[in-house]
Nanobody, 130 residues
Framework: QVQLVESGGGLVQAGGSLRLSCVTS????????MGWFRQAPGKEREFVAA?????????????YYADSVKGRFTISRDNAKNTMYLQMNSLKPEDTAVYYC??????????????????WGQGTQVTVSS
């Protein structure tokens, strides 16, 4: 079993930055596909970013982003610390949501649908004021 714990959320003004962390435990997550999703009130959970670490070393660290965050958010992971990060810059009020980290042991290419991930954290609130 894999446990995921997010942290780093908070209240920030538009244009500001936050860095989210997702610490994993329970099993080595080295070759797991990892991703960030978010869910705003009244909306479905949506893909934010993902990072690949399987399918051959040439693909390790390949990142994927939703168009809405491309150029502003950066996903990374530190396997030695069992931690994944999401650096969020130039935040906008529309980025306000609960942010979740997710992991899956089967995916080779990280998916963009929440249904593709088996493990989830509890979420951390990000609020961007205008």
């Amino acid at each position: 079993q894999v446990q995921l714990v997010e942290s780093g959320g908070g209240l920030v003004q538009a244009g500001g930055s936050l860095r989210l962390s997702c610490v994993t435990s329970g099993r080595t997550f080295r070759n797991y596909a990892m991703g960030w999703f978010r869910q705003a009130p009244g909306k479905e959970r949506e893909f934010v970013a993902a990072i690949r670490w399987s399918g051959g070393t040439a693909y390790y660290g390949t990142t994927y982003y939703a168009d809405s965050v491309k150029g502003r958010f950066t996903i990374s992971r530190d396997n030695a610390k069992n931690t994944m990060y999401l650096q969020m810059n130039s935040l906008k009020p529309e980025d306000t949501a609960v942010y979740y980290c997710a992991a899956d042991s089967v995916l080779v290419v990280p998916g963009t649908s929440p249904d593709e991930y088996d493990y989830w954290g509890q979420g951390t609130q990000v609020t961007v004021s205008s």
